[in-house]
């Protein structure tokens, strides 16, 4: 009797995992956390000097690798008009291996498509502006439960630790 | 002991679809469905091929109900990993 139920639920656990997998696999575009491949829209052409009118527009879409284009979504920020990008995780990021081994993307903002080289921020002290500009220092909240509520996410970490905060990398994108 | 194991694994997807819903951040539900599998892959062990009485080898269908259970259980295992990691 309970084989024939464990039967059962081994079916619609394989087709449910087979459904997820296709789901994942055939993303064009990212959707949420799950990265995507090629992006579409108006490619603009011409220099950017200055990344204001992305804040109107959010997330920010990051497609890197050129030659196998991998895209994903994420947060940014923008400081006297130049566009930063950080990773959390550090060089553990898909993305920002990537991104070292290639810095050529391409990013969307809105439904538009903008063609930038990324630089790794390495200077301390723009590093340490960076976090203060961010309100990221050491043991001080950065997102409250109440701004990520309704967002279908966890609850980020209200506080980072310093070994947290160095292990982030920090991109400035530029336009190529 | 199996149908326990099952049970706490079937009681926690639940605790967990009704805490957070279904949600990719959903730790209880990805636990959940670890323990369950584990609990359902412990009633088919079984190798594909075996031999019987007159030394025949002859499939076990079992295995294949086995083989959907560890690959359910590899991604249950690895998506509580990303989780919590």
Not at chain 1, 71 to 83: C, R
Not at chain 1, 102 to 112: A, Q, V
Not at chain 1, 144 to 149: G, I, N, Y
Request: aromatic letters at 12%; one cysteine or more; charged letters at 20%.
């Amino acid at each position: 009797m309970i084989k024939n139920v464990l039967k059962g639920v081994a079916v619609v656990l394989a087709v449910s995992e087979i459904s997820v997998l296709w789901f994942v696999l055939t993303l064009a575009e990212p959707s949420g956390r799950l990265p995507g491949g090629r992006l579409s829209g108006e490619e603009v052409t011409g220099r950017v000097t200055d990344w204001s009118f992305t804040r109107e527009n959010r997330p920010l879409t990051l497609e890197v690798r050129p030659s196998n284009p991998y895209s994903v979504n994420t947060s940014f920020f923008v400081l006297e008009g130049n566009l930063y990008v950080s990773s959390i995780l550090g060089g553990d990021s898909r993305w920002a291996q990537f991104l070292i081994e290639d810095p050529n993307l391409r990013i969307r903002s809105g439904n538009k498509i903008y063609k930038v080289r990324a630089t790794k921020i390495e200077d301390p002290e723009l590093i340490n502006k960076i976090h203060q500009g961010r309100g990221q220092r050491p043991g001080r909240a950065t997102r409250t439960p109440e701004q990520v509520e309704g967002r279908g996410q966890r609850p980020a970490r209200t506080t980072r630790t310093p070994e947290q905060l160095a292990r982030i990398w920090f991109f400035r994108f530029d336009s190529r | 002991m199996k149908l326990v194991i099952l049970l706490v694994g079937a009681l926690l997807v639940v605790f967990g679809l009704i805490r957070d819903g279904v949600n990719l951040y959903n730790e209880f539900a990805a636990a959940g469905l670890l323990v369950f599998c584990l609990g359902g892959a412990s009633y088919f062990i079984a190798w594909p091929m075996s031999r019987d009485e007159e030394q025949k080898w002859h499939f076990n269908p079992d295995s294949v109900w086995f083989l959907i259970y560890l690959v359910v259980l590899a991604t249950s295992g690895s998506w509580l990993w990303l989780l919590l990691r």
